[in-house]
């Protein structure tokens, strides 16, 4: 509601032509609520009020809007406007723009940027997409381990405006091989004349271009920093993550595996940006896979006919029967998908893991397996030996279905695939067939048929 109103304040304004209320009610507004406002705005309204915005402002303002807002805004910039906003913007920003835009406007504003921020730019784009280099900001401060705390605060003065944290300082040799990190708090508390190479931590954990960027993620919950340096194969500094790029990563890996887990092959833009098209050819791959999969249920049901003909209120438990093993399995691979995604569960665990999800499923399927029984004789009138084969079975399926659901996410990551993969859908379609056979095979045994 906030937002709302004051985007209708903003909106007023401009369409008064009131542009002086309008450029001191911006600069009274945190740089993320203006973007927020901007964002819910008609675009022609957006593009207008950006441009009114103090020029300290609107890089900062820019970086936090959508790719969407920021493709728009940029394209309808001056060649000279559009280059002072890249200048202004964060490398790991700029880049992350860069790559969503058409080639010509890349062409365009690259050409009026300066050319330290060409550079760094195409510093980060020559690295994998989701490595760890492709993610960094190269706005760090580096200082030399013989300065004196006098002498790194005012190199601190000097550059920090221009990087990403002055929080942590690195350390460097003479040739850029990162030694040891100061924090600005240490450079307070000690003596003006002393040298930094005495006091600093030499002790550095540090990210490697190359890693992938859930593993960077996985280092910054171990040790709880709010950024990391990022150094080559010979230990130089090229750049630093700080935590706000994680929690962009822990979004987009997030909904990559929910994407994986509901049979949907992951996208890389928002559901409102992506086309009709591009849904579809996310989504059909799994869905002909699932379908033609699903195929040997029917070969299955076919092959019994025999069981059907001669007790056909068989038929009438076969969804129960096959819903309550996907879901069971689905529980199953949920918790383990979540367990490996979290470093919780390791491959060596997977003996204790089908261990106590079979005592699970013994006691879920007791339990789901006597309420059934007494659905089946006060309701549904059955004879005792079908209610025994509808009982029996689903208590079997259960259990089978929890260790299939369990072992399956811890395999796909020993071959390394994504475990989230073997998801719901997937297993889903293997407990059907499975429960299918152990019902036609505990009905033929039970009531001599087929």
Known sequence: MEEIRETERLKKLLDSKQYTRLRQALEEELEADIAATLEEMEEEDM???????????????????????????????????????????????AADLMDEMPANVVKRILANASPETRRDINHLLRYPEDSAGSIMTVEYV?????????????????????????????????????????????????E???VIGAFMNENVVSINTMMDQEDVAELFKKYDFTAMPVV????????????????????????????KMNAILPGDKPYMRTGVLETWKNRIPWLLLLMISATFTGGII????DALQSYVVLTAFIPMLMDTGGNAGGQASATIIRGLSLNDIAFSDVFRVIWKEIRVAVLCGMTLAACNFVKLMLFDKVSLTVAAVVCLTLLVVVVIAKTVGCTLPMAAKRLGFDPAVMASPFITTIVDALSLMIYFRIASSLLHIG
Do not use: W
């Open 232 to 259: 080559d194969n010979e230990n130089r500094l090229v750049g630093i993550i700080t935590v706000d790029d994680i929690m962009d990563i822990m979004e987009e890996e997030a909904t990559e595996d929910i994407e």
């Open 192 to 194: 003006s004349d002393e």
């Open 142 to 190: 580096d200082l030399k381990e013989n300065l004196t705390v006098q002498e790194a605060i005012e190199r601190i003065r000097k550059v920090g405006l221009d990087s990403e944290t002055v929080n942590i300082c690195y350390v460097l040799d003479s040739g850029r091989r990162l030694i040891g990190t100061v924090s600005l708090r240490y450079l307070l508390l000690h």
């Open 302 to 305: 076919t092959s019994f006919e």
């Open 47 to 93: 593009r207008k009020i950006f441009r009114i915005l103090p020029k300290s402002q609107a890089a900062e303002v820019f970086s936090y809007l959508d790719v969407k807002a920021q493709q728009s805004i940029i394209t309808s910039l001056s060649d000279k406007d559009a280059g002072l906003i890249m200048d202004n913007l964060m490398a790991d920003d």
